[in-house]
């Protein structure tokens, strides 16, 4: 289940967010600043970093505070799933990562999973629109708000080939399934894509 501290510590952070992007009164921008850093101590003070490296994790987010979006390319072949593994914890997950600016949802998902695994895709459908934080999906907290997407891609060419961010690509069984980054992609999320792909007809899933 989510940490309250983690729920009120985006909430707060939000709201100082809002109100520096609409308030013109200098009296309310520095209570929102205020707001801010208090939210920040919070994320510190549950982390290894120190507050300011917190500010500068999101001094890159300017406005108001809308949540971030996560694609992930989910590609089948002969029956199982493509995963690729992460440099920085040496879990495997499904390839995908933050949506780009000027990219389509779809673009995106299919940029990725040529970048972190060498594979060319086309994606062909929305498979799943999830909430991170949602219990059933079993993620570790997280200081953003993300909404993960899932899109089905069909292989259409390329060859295996790590990256920057991934040292290891394959496709693996659904009883065969490697540690994951489970920040990333969990064990739930796997089998969700699975039972999607042997009943093709379904629906998307939205939480």
């Given at each position: 289940m989510k940490p309250k501290w983690l729920a009120w510590a985006r909430q707060l952070h939000s709201l100082a967010r809002g109100g520096l992007t609409y308030s013109d009164n200098p009296f309310e921008i520095e209570r929102c600043h205020k707001m801010q850093a208090i939210a920040e101590e919070m994320f510190a003070s549950q982390s290894d970093e120190e507050p300011e490296v917190i500010a500068g994790l999101f001094s890159e987010q300017a406005g108001y505070a809308t949540p971030k979006v996560d694609v992930r390319g989910?590609?089948?072949?002969?029956?199982?799933?493509?995963?690729?593994?992460?440099?920085?914890?040496?879990?495997?997950?499904?390839?995908?990562?933050?949506?780009?600016?000027?990219?389509?949802?779809?673009?995106?998902?299919?940029?990725?999973?040529?970048?972190?695994?060498?594979?060319?895709?086309?994606?062909?459908?929305?498979?799943?629109?999830?909430?991170?934080?949602?219990?059933?999906?079993?993620?570790?907290?997280?200081?953003?708000?993300?909404?993960?997407?899932?899109?089905?891609?069909?292989?259409?060419?390329?060859?295996?080939?790590?990256?920057?961010?991934?040292?290891?690509?394959?496709?693996?069984?659904?009883?065969?399934?490697?540690?994951?980054?489970?920040?990333?992609t969990t064990e739930s999320l796997l089998q969700r894509m699975f039972e999607h792909q042997r009943h093709p007809d379904w629906p998307t899933d939205f939480d």
């Open positions: 989910v590609v089948f072949k002969d029956g199982k799933i493509l995963l690729v593994k992460e440099r920085i914890d040496g879990g495997w997950t499904l390839p995908g990562g933050w949506a780009d600016i000027g990219d389509s949802p779809s673009r995106a998902t299919e940029r990725e999973v040529w970048e972190e695994s060498g594979y060319e895709t086309k994606a062909v459908k929305l498979l799943a629109v999830y909430d991170r934080d949602d219990p059933r999906h079993g993620h570790p907290p997280h200081p953003f708000y993300i909404y993960k997407l899932f899109f089905l891609c069909e292989l259409t060419g390329g060859e295996a080939k790590s990256s920057m961010e991934t040292d290891g690509v394959g496709f693996f069984g659904e009883d065969e399934i490697p540690a994951l980054s489970e920040g990333r």
